[in-house]
């Protein structure tokens, strides 16, 4: 959802851990799911981190014992930037598109209930009614006929779309909008309604929009913002960590408020808002940010938003977090705001890339009627070639950081072989290499692609690949240079074949609008890209509103131009509701739609009332 933010000596036995914690005989949550009332004895490293506490020699170590496959019906639906309600009769259509999904090879383990389930004076305990007159019973009761694991979201401190029950009110904040964690009845009522959930069969909770900064009025007048802070976070992590040992078969993940800076990714870099790894003890994954478009201009509004994603993955993966651990919420499809009203577009890639990361919680967000038979293959083929990299490989990435507008990327191997996943954010053909993932791994050579964007036709070249301006590709070696595991093109991204900038004086012509004037390009299409900085140089992102009710941020960030007196048509992608906001524009001309021997004037502007900077660039381009 929409948006935010010890040590022990070890002996021997401590550091076999993370090997106890990857091979010991666990639950399975494939396709065939768990027994309703199965219940795995705990595992050595369970007991063992209950004894012995915060170990960081385990950080490599997953709490899951492979990876899972989540779906979760957000975007589907969607109350905070849209008005489309969560209701049952939604969410149990979608249990249907799972069932059908399953029957063409598509795998699901867990079905997580996102947001707003629940009735405002229920204090968690209740559903909202009129959407689900008799409660959850029947939708529980047919994902476990159907071996799926039910998940329920909470808000856990803050008071999102909830009322604060009688038992919460000594915990309050002054404002009234959250919570104290270590003052007051709220976190021993939350965790009797978690109890209360895990007896009725739900196996995954979500965590969101927590607020560590909490505090009862008194407290907030006597104690600093840094105890405050810590005295939430140390007995809400040694809360939870006691109720994943008495519940050794449930999976926690963290959503918005447990670290990480996620609004843009021309953010500075080690995060403002840390991620403690000690959370690492208590959740499975933690996520690194809803999707939305980067600070990376691209002609495909869908490709920078994967390129969002992977910088977000590649920050928290600096900030020390396994890959594994690491849920880039990246595959959201649906016709809801949440969404910008994607649909499928593009989806392809976004699959693919959001398996290449790495992360063993894979979640699946939206509208699964979306897909249908043949899409539904597809993705399955996908889920069937990542089986053995995600639970038997390992993931490294390589490259530069997408935010900065470099060549970057994912790649997994295991016994058999790799892919290789890669992206070029720059306006540019560039080369990239494609470094040995293991001293163990033979030289790469004979690789070939399996799986690209239309158009540019990459060229490789034994470890290196060379991609075109914002383009994809995955390069298979060893096993996987098979033909049975090519993947395709993606025909709904389209990259020039040849590009190349043009020369224009962009200057000042009135308050936040620049403008130049040049020869029309002698061959090709123009390709017309800006960038929005505030006055100290900084991205700046425009948000005209959300939607349903906001203006779409192509009124806000303009490109207009003109030839002979007349405005010349421009296919632009990015004009749309955008509640993340947005601090770049491009567009494009096609060759046919202006004249040879008639300059041509470029002019970018922004509707912000405060002053702004802009970079303006200019390409020929031909498909």
């Not at 957000?74 to 059908?100: C, F, G, H, Q, V």
Request: hydrophobic share 40%; with cysteine.
């Amino acid at each position: 959802m929409n948006t935010q933010e010890a040590k022990r000596n070890g002996a021997w036995d401590v550091l076999k851990l993370p090997l106890i914690a990857v091979f010991t005989i666990a639950l399975t949550v494939a396709a065939g799911g768990i027994a309703q009332n199965s219940k795995p004895p705990v595992s050595p490293a369970v007991s063992a981190r209950n004894i012995l506490g915060w170990q960081p020699a385990r950080l490599g170590a997953p709490l899951l014992k492979d990876p899972i496959w989540v779906y979760n019906d957000w975007s589907a639906y969607d109350e905070l930037s849209d008005n489309i309600p969560l209701t049952e009769e939604l969410a149990m259509k979608e249990l249907d598109e799972i069932i059908r999904l399953r029957s063409l090879g598509v795998r699901f383990d867990y079905y997580m209930m996102d947001a707003f389930w629940f009735a405002p004076e229920g204090g968690y305990r209740t559903w909202r009614k009129p959407n689900w007159p008799d409660g959850p019973d029947a939708w529980i009761a047919k994902c476990r006929a159907n071996r799926l694991l039910p998940g329920m979201w909470f808000g856990t401190n803050e008071l999102v779309k909830i009322d604060a029950a009688p038992q919460w009110k000594d915990s309050l904040t002054a404002k009234g909008g959250s919570m104290s964690f270590y003052e007051g009845g709220c976190l021993p009522d939350f965790m009797s309604v978690l109890q209360y959930w895990y007896d009725h069969g739900i196996r995954m909770f979500k965590f969101d929009f927590v607020d560590f900064g909490a505090a009862a009025p008194s407290a907030e007048k006597t104690q600093t913002r840094e105890d405050i802070h810590t005295k939430n976070e140390t007995v809400f992590r040694e809360t939870m960590k006691k109720f994943r040992a008495k519940n050794p078969d449930v999976v926690l993940v963290a959503f918005n408020g447990f670290g990480g800076d996620m609004e843009s990714t021309a953010g500075p870099f080690p995060f403002r808002n840390p991620v403690d790894l000690r959370w690492l003890e208590v959740f499975d994954s933690l996520y690194s940010g809803d999707p939305r478009p980067s600070d990376v201009p691209e002609v495909s509004f869908w490709r920078s938003m994967d390129i969002y994603s992977d910088h977000m993955v590649r920050r928290y993966e600096q900030s020390s977090l396994p890959l594994e651990r690491i849920d880039s919420t990246g595959f959201m499809i649906g016709n809801t705001g949440t969404i910008y009203y994607r649909k499928t577009d593009a989806w392809k890639g976004m699959l693919l890339l959001m398996v290449a990361r790495g992360g063993w919680v894979n979640t699946i967000h939206g509208n699964l009627e979306f897909l249908d038979d043949e899409k539904a293959k597809w993705f399955a083929k996908v889920q069937k070639i990542y089986a053995s990299l995600q639970a038997m490989g390992r993931t490294k990435t390589f490259g530069g950081i997408p935010g900065d507008v470099q060549p970057y990327g994912f790649g997994s191997l295991d016994s058999g072989g790799a892919i290789y996943t890669v992206v070029n954010p720059a306006q540019s053909v560039q080369e990239i290499e494609m470094p040995l993932l293991s001293q163990a791994q033979k030289r790469l050579q004979g690789g070939p692609m399996i799986f690209r964007d239309a158009g540019f036709l990459p060229i490789v070249g034994g470890n290196t690949i060379k991609l075109g301006p914002g383009q994809m590709a995955a390069v298979g070696f060893g096993r996987y240079a098979a033909p049975e595991f090519d993947l395709g093109v993606q025909e709904d991204v389209r990259i020039p074949r040849t590009i190349s900038p043009i020369e224009a004086a962009f200057s000042d012509k009135s308050t936040n609008t620049i403008e130049a004037t040049i020869e029309p390009p002698a061959r090709g299409d123009l390709r017309i890209i800006f960038q929005q900085r505030g006055k100290d140089g900084g991205i700046l992102r425009s948000w005209p509103g959300g939607p349903p009710n906001g203006k779409t941020v192509g009124t806000v960030l303009k490109i207009v131009a003109e030839q002979g007196g007349k405005t010349l048509p421009i296919e632009i992608n990015y004009n749309k509701q955008v509640w993340s906001g947005l601090s770049w524009g491009a567009g494009e001309i096609k060759h046919a739609n202006f004249a040879a021997d008639s300059p041509l004037r470029i002019r970018c502007s922004s509707e912000e009332k405060s002053k702004v900077v802009f970079e303006g660039h200019l390409y020929s381009v031909d498909y």
